[in-house]
């Protein structure tokens, strides 16, 4: 006979849960006074888009909109609520930002939830650099919220309210697995066979079909992300170019990005860029990763035009998506999202 837990609506689970769902809400509020001090305007995002994203490697639910004809057309529930925040940017608002339901299909896990909360921020004519800054800030609020300065996951134990390291794609390659990254990155195209033997020399499992960026990602997951966020938070930046879907190239360095990762705890909490304002260059990128999707999952995803138009009207920015549920389960002390979600998506 087969046990099953009980559901989440059960009055002794939820009463289980209720503490995390009470540190939701307060980190949520005051998250939302921290905004609102410095003159952002929260905003609302359409869920239902042209395009989820044309991100090579995530999985998006497909719907349509039927007209009043009873004529059918394609649309998708949004991964992020990039296109429309760009939009507002373009339209010339200055600061914004938006708790956004999003949806990715294919992810459940301790960290991941088909539906879930992303808090996104975006900041006109400042640098990325300024959101480094708001990433310490709210670390800091997160702890003075939840009573405690150190958060823990998997047993690794984060001081939030200290500095975060700024730490290079290229250092981290260096310091945990021993790895020239950069001798292996181009402008244009990366050298795979230098970066595949790098690896391998290095003893860390390579299949000979991985592409470059095949190996790339088992270097991060494998070696270099268990390392990040441990003792105090970890600012990992300058990626490079080709793994930074739509951040501009560093203007000393265009063979990397101004794109950086916030982690705690070994969780990657949050993604930032220097926004690209290229829509010729954006076209390029999507144009390309929706091939390898077409190529890997025999499915592709239409290209937003009104955001390429948008894009080019677009000023200067910086913007960042930030895990809210994963931020709410590290300062709540809960192990898994769902513990501090209401209403989890039934499995």
């Given amino acids: 006979m087969s046990i099953t837990a009980s559901p989440w609506w059960s009055p002794a689970r939820h009463a289980d849960r209720r503490p995390f769902l009470i540190a939701r809400q307060r980190l949520q509020a005051a998250l939302r006074d921290f905004f609102a001090g410095q003159d952002f305007m929260e905003v609302e995002t359409p869920i239902l888009q042209v395009s989820p994203g044309n991100e090579t490697h995530l999985k998006a639910f497909t719907t349509a909109l039927e007209r009043p004809d009873g004529e059918r057309t394609p649309r998708y529930l949004h991964t992020s609520p990039e296109f429309t925040a760009k939009k507002l940017l373009a339209a010339g608002e200055a600061r914004l930002f938006t ?86 990155v181009g402008v244009e195209a990366n050298d795979r066979d230098a970066l595949w033997h790098a690896v391998r020399d290095a003893g860390i499992r390579v299949a000979a079909d991985d592409t470059w960026a095949d190996v790339f990602t088992r270097v991060m997951v494998e070696k270099i992300e268990p390392h990040l966020g441990v003792g105090r ?115």
């Fill in 233 to 347: 938070p970890t600012i990992l930046c300058e990626y490079p170019i080709s793994e930074a879907a739509l951040a501009r190239p560093k203007p000393t360095d265009p063979r990397v990005a101004e794109r950086f990762e916030l982690y705690v705890s070994a969780v990657e909490v949050a993604n930032a860029f220097g926004e690209l304002t290229d829509a010729g260059e954006q076209r390029r990128r999507f144009t390309a990763w929706m091939d390898e999707k077409e190529r890997l999952y025999g499915e592709r995803y239409p290209i937003d035009e009104d955001f390429l138009a948008a894009l080019a009207q677009m000023p200067e920015a910086s913007g960042i998506a930030l895990g809210f549920d994963r931020l709410a389960m590290l300062a709540s002390g809960a192990r898994r999202v769902e513990d501090v979600l209401w209403a989890p998506v039934a499995p």
């Fill in 99 to 184: 708790f956004a339901r999003v949806f990715r299909n294919g992810e459940r896990t301790a960290l991941h939830h088909p539906e879930f909360t992303m808090l996104e921020w975006y900041r006109a004519r400042e640098t990325y650099e300024a959101l480094m800054a708001d990433c310490a800030a709210l670390l800091a609020l997160a702890a003075e919220t939840a009573g405690t300065e150190s958060f823990q996951y998997g047993g690794l134990a984060c001081e939030v309210t200290k500095e975060p390291e700024r730490l290079t794609v290229a250092q981290a390659f260096d310091r945990f697995a021993g790895i020239d990254l950069m001798g292996t």
